[in-house]
């Protein structure tokens, strides 16, 4: 049974009657471009196979009615003539909870309706669980209470400002436009200021491996913003409306006149705005070798600049960089302190460094890895 038939099934169970809606929207894996997106910079994400599925279906009497079946069923429930609050109990809901905020904002008056959510996505994984299902959600209630209004653009952008506003966590718009927007074998180019998106084919006989550290990402959001504002601060003080406008020339020459912490966040986002679309440009051209280095160059400067890995995630990057040799490459993805790694590896090679990854690699309850061999996915979509 697929996790739709399995949602579809609980469905009639906990609610009944059929549901109006059904929505699917993927995760995402990030090739290359880390924390770029909030500098209105360069991302080239994937969407996965792991996904968020959001059933809906009309209440005549204004209760908001959310069940996570990922959760044991816990519900969350409120009135919707009632101002919308978070839910400690239930934070999952608060996701849910922020798109109805900014539908709401945007105009849309929302009803009562009972909704069910489930998911495949290891949450804390940096695979973008949470922007999996704001983007879900916000398909299915805008398709519910403003059917037609909104494209899968303006979704994710509702989906990205409900995390930012509603739920606290400052993040940028890459997740919600890989999940709204994913192509099926692409990867894609998104300029994160104009919200162009550029589909770039995976080079055939190349897989896409996921490698769940097993180290969750836990309480992170204080880092992640604290990364946001160290960024802005220097974009600030040089001038500019953004990193994305500063060359590392023009970094170079300001050195001395910069905190030195500030300079090599500075840094990552500068050097990795160029690394990112050199990535594109050599995946386009089936550059194995290329991509590989601009991998290895990606996590080296989240490690030593951005300094969001961790010394367990640095080893397995090592342990996938050395299996994997020249033709393919390694790196962190995802916000950072945890997560998952993804790597590019010819198809052929899968077995053979999956085998060295979990003959090395433990997780810190003792295990080996969660290995997912992925590939690009399309995007949200009704079902
Ligand atoms: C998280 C955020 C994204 C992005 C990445 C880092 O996934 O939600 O907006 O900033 O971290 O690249």
Known sequence: ????????????????????????????????????????????????????????????????????????????????????????????????????TILQAEGVELGGFDMLVAGDIPQGSGLSSSASL?????????????????????????AQRAECDFVGMRCGNMDQLASA????????????????????????????????????RGLVDGHYNERRAQCEAVARQLGAAALRDVTEDQLAAVRADLDPVAHRRARHVVTENARTLA?????AAGDLVKLGELMAASHASMRD?????????????????????????????????????????????????????????RTPDGNKPLIMVERAHAGAAFL
């Not at 040799?325 to 790694?341: D, E």
Request: proline residues 5%; contains cysteine.
């Open 1 to 100: 049974m697929t996790l739709a038939d399995r949602t579809l099934a609980r469905f009639s169970v906990l609610v009944g009657p059929a549901p109006d809606l059904v929505v699917r929207a993927p995760g995402r894996v990030n090739l290359i471009g880390e924390h770029t997106d909030y500098n209105d910079g360069f991302v080239l994400p994937a969407a996965i196979g792991l996904q968020s599925i959001v059933a809906v279906r009309r209440r005549p009497d204004g209760i908001v009615r959310m069940v996570a079946t990922d959760f044991g069923d816990a519900v969350s429930e409120f009135d919707v003539a009632q101002a919308i609050a978070r839910d400690a109990d239930q934070p999952w809901s608060d996701y849910i909870r922020g798109v109805m």
């Open 134 to 158: 704001s983007v879900a959600s916000g398909m299915a209630l805008g398709g519910l209470f403003a059917p037609d209004r909104f494209d899968a653009t303006q979704i994710a952008l509702i």
């Open 305 to 361: 600049d951005f300094e969001i890995t961790l010394p367990a995630i640095d080893d397995l990057v090592a342990e996938l960089q050395t299996a994997i040799g020249l033709h393919g490459g390694a790196r962190m993805t995802g916000g950072g302190f945890g997560g998952a790694v993804v790597a590019l590896v010819e198809a052929d090679a899968v077995g053979a460094v999956a085998r060295h990854v979990e003959a090395r690699y």
């Open 181 to 216: 927007l994913g192509a099926a074998d692409h990867a894609l180019l998104i300029d994160c200021r104009s919200l162009a998106v550029q589909p770039v084919m995976l080079p055939p006989g190349v897989a896409v491996l996921i490698v769940h550290s097993g180290i969750s």
């Open 279 to 283: 990535a594109a440009a050599a995946m």
